[in-house]
């Protein structure tokens, strides 16, 4: 039997490690839902509920929309008895298929008898229920939760984007005082070519920022499989919690004049101390100093 060299096994190991290495640094955990957003208009259905105290009219009845899609709730009040009644708050309660409560979010009053909100589809919605807190001023202190008089449908449908979300990365750079640098990486993951890209990440308190890769054009599209990145100050750079999702809204154009606009829920995760690129220089750096250093371990045997 032959046997290898002490020198060539070791470099064959070290550089298996390499390879394994950048195969692991590049699968990592991207913080970004599958969340996402191509509208096709929701059912706007009313239906009248009688409650015993109220009756509530509520709008759609029915949803059909997408994952990341934003659809409006709305409800009328009308009371159906003498007493006075004060209406405290109206809340929106979602539930999934196994009749569990999901989410619940407050409406805003438009007035005393009515109220709206807007939501974003998850995905794990089923159908909704109304809540509806009130009490009686003129009578004994109470309140009271109508909640399962009705069950609106949610028919939720996915619809295959172009662009998938690589990360979104920050703060990237040194430190500024304006606010902080994000990167964020797009990829195309459809079958036709994209000219045209954009990104929207919009953040705490009514801020929002655009991202434009300048790189995706009519003359240079984004090939498929192929990924681009750009990167943004944040000025001013408020308006982000770690460990919170954010919508991001991706514009993107393809080659054949179709366009797609939807919605993502990411969170900005910090990047790496050293890039995966790094990681691998330092990897084969040190196999070839490890050979080296066995080769003239070697010479000098030999000499000796």
């Not at 259905?45 to 994952?67: H, Q, R, W």
């Not at 939720?156 to 690589?166: D, G, N």
């Not at 990104?199 to 890769?213: R, V």
Request: charged fraction near 15%; charge should be negative.
């Amino acid at each position: 039997m032959f046997k290898r060299p002490a020198c060539v096994i070791v470099t064959s190991i070290l550089l298996a490690a390499t390879l394994l290495a950048v195969i692991a640094s590049g699968c990592h955990p991207v913080s970004a839902s599958q969340n996402q957003e191509h509208i096709s208009p929701p059912q706007i259905k009313t239906e009248t509920i009688p409650l015993g105290y109220f009756e509530l009219t509520v709008s759609p009845a029915e949803v059909c929309a997408n994952v990341g899609e934003h659809i409006e709730i709305r409800c009328s009040i009308y009371c159906i008895i003498d007493t006075p009644v004060e209406v405290n708050s109206v809340d929106v309660l979602l539930f999934d298929s196994y009749g569990s409560t999901v989410r619940e979010q407050a409406m805003t009053k438009d007035s005393y008898w009515s109220a709206h909100t807007a939501y974003t589809i998850v995905g794990d919605e089923a159908y909704y229920r109304l809540k509806v807190n009130f009490a009686f001023p003129l009578g004994e202190p109470g309140e009271y939760s109508e909640y399962g008089a009705h069950s609106f449908p949610i028919l939720v449908t996915q619809e295959q984007e172009p662009i998938e979300i690589v990360s979104v990365l920050g703060p990237i750079g040194p430190p500024n005082p304006g606010g902080p640098g994000v990167k964020i990486t797009l990829k195309n993951v459809g079958l036709e070519p994209v000219i045209s890209l954009t990104a929207t990440l919009e953040g705490e308190l009514d801020t929002s920022f655009d991202f434009t890769f300048d790189d995706v054009t009519l003359l240079h599209p984004l090939q498929p499989d192929r990924s681009t990145s750009a990167t943004r100050i944040l000025i001013p750079g408020g308006g982000f919690s770690d460990n919170v999702s954010y919508p991001l809204t991706i514009n993107a154009t393809l080659q054949n004049g179709t366009n797609f606009v939807y919605t993502k829920l990411v969170q900005i995760v910090e990047p790496p101390l050293i890039p995966i690129w790094g990681w691998a220089v330092i990897a084969i750096g040190i196999a070839i100093l490890v050979t080296a250093v066995i080769l003239s371990r070697r010479r000098r045997r030999a000499k000796a």
